[in-house]
C-alpha cells in the first residue's frame, strides 16, 4: 500500500517537487517556479503530501482574504464582521500517480482542519475556494461547499462556514 | 502505452473544416477536436468513475483506453459540462465508425494533428476549448506587441489566440488564488450574512465525503 507523509509545510530542502505532474501545467509550473515565491512574500503558504522519499505528491496553497460584504442590505448580518475573515484554497493539486486513493480528500480535511484552529486562535468564518473548471468546482461540491454567489450558477467561487466545518469535524 | 503519431502531417485548417461539419454548434481548435459525451457525471457508467479518479487529460485516456481495448475511435475530446478536460486517442490509428461506446453521440473522424500527442500543450490547450465558444473578445495591440505574441505562440505550437487565451488564463488563475479581499453582490452578500449569523450545523455531505476511506497508508 502506497504510504505518504502527513501534510507538512514546503520546505524546498527538504522536498522534492520537480517531478509534480498534476495533468494542469499551470498548476505543476505553480508549485515548481513560484510556491516557494509566495512564502517569501508572504501571500500564499503551501501545504505538501509527500511520499517515502520526499516527492510532493499534492498540494494546497492557502491564504488569508477578506470577504466584503458591504453590499448586504443594512439590517442583515448586524453581528457579523465586515470584511469576513476567511481561509482562501487557492490551489489544491493531486499528482496522477496517486490519483484515486483519496490523497486529495486528505489534504482538504486538513485544510478544513486548519481553518478551525485558526478560527479558534485569532478569526477565520469561512474557507473559500477557487473552482480552476466546472469539474473542479463539482469535486468540491462534493464536500458541502456552496456558490458564494447563489445567482451565478456559474461561479467558480465556492465557501464552507467554518462553523459548519467544526460542527461536522466533531461529529466524525 | 505509448501514442502513435498521426501516419502524416495534416493541415489543422483542414481538420477544422471537416469537424465543423459534425457538429454545427462547436468550434474546434487546432488539436481539439471530436467531442461530445453525454454529462458523464451524471450517468453512472464506467467513463465517469473514471473521470472521479482520474481527472487528468492523458491519463484517463490511456485507462479508458486500457480497459476497453474494443474502443475503435482515433481521437476524442470529452467535454464535462461543457469544459474538454481528457483527450482520448487509439492507438492504432484505424478509424472505425462503427465502433460502439455507450454515450458517445457525435462523432468525427478528422485525423489527428501530427505531432499533437506528443506535445503536452495539446492538452492543456484542450482545458480552455469550449464546446460552445460564442464569445468575442477584442484586444488591440501595438505591432511589437504583435510580433512577440505570434513568435511566442509558435513556440509553443499553438495559435495566436490560443496562446493569448492560454497565458491570460493561466495569470487570471493566479490572481484569483491569492485575492485579497472578494467582493459580494447584493444578494450574495445578504446570503452569506444570514448563514453566518446561524450556529454552526453538521453539513452531510461533509462527513460522507470525509468519511471514506482513503487508500493509502500514512507513514508518520
Sequence with gaps: MTELHRPELLDRAKHDRSRFDCGEPVLDEWLQRYAGQSRRRDTAATWVITDADGVVVAYASLSMTGIDRTAAPAPVGKAVPDPVPALLVGRLAVDRSVAGLGVGTALVAHVLATAVELNQSAACRAVVVTAINPAARGWWQRFGFELLDPGDPDGLDLFLLTADIEATLRRL | ?220
Design chain 2, 1 to 220: 502505452m505509448s501514442f502513435r503519431r498521426a501516419t502524416s502531417a495534416r493541415n489543422s485548417a483542414a481538420v477544422r473544416a471537416r469537424s465543423v461539419g459534425f457538429a454545427s454548434e462547436l468550434s474546434f481548435e487546432r488539436s481539439a477536436f471530436l467531442v461530445d459525451f453525454r454529462d458523464p457525471l451524471a450517468d453512472d457508467w464506467g467513463i465517469g468513475a473514471a473521470l472521479e479518479n482520474l481527472a487528468v487529460a492523458g491519463e484517463l485516456g490511456r485507462a479508458v483506453l486500457e480497459q476497453m481495448p474494443e474502443i475503435e475511435l482515433e481521437g476524442l475530446v470529452v467535454f464535462v459540462r461543457g469544459e474538454a478536460i481528457a483527450l482520448i486517442v487509439h492507438s492504432d490509428g484505424q478509424l472505425q465508425p462503427s465502433a460502439g461506446w455507450p454515450g458517445v453521440r457525435r462523432r468525427c473522424f478528422g485525423p489527428l494533428p501530427w505531432g499533437a500527442l506528443d506535445n503536452r500543450s495539446t492538452y492543456c490547450h484542450c482545458k480552455y476549448v469550449s464546446s460552445v465558444k460564442d464569445e468575442r473578445l477584442q484586444i488591440r495591440v501595438g505591432p511589437a506587441e504583435k510580433r512577440l505574441l505570434e513568435r511566442a505562440a509558435e513556440a509553443s505550437h499553438l495559435s495566436v489566440s490560443a496562446f493569448v487565451v492560454q497565458s491570460a488564463a493561466g495569470r487570471a488563475e493566479e490572481v484569483l488564488a491569492e485575492r485579497q479581499v472578494i467582493t459580494l453582490g447584493h444578494s450574495a452578500a445578504a446570503a452569506l450574512s444570514n448563514a453566518l449569523e446561524r450556529p454552526g450545523q453538521v453539513n452531510g455531505r461533509l462527513a460522507e465525503a470525509l468519511g471514506r476511506r482513503h487508500k493509502f497508508r500514512w507513514i508518520d
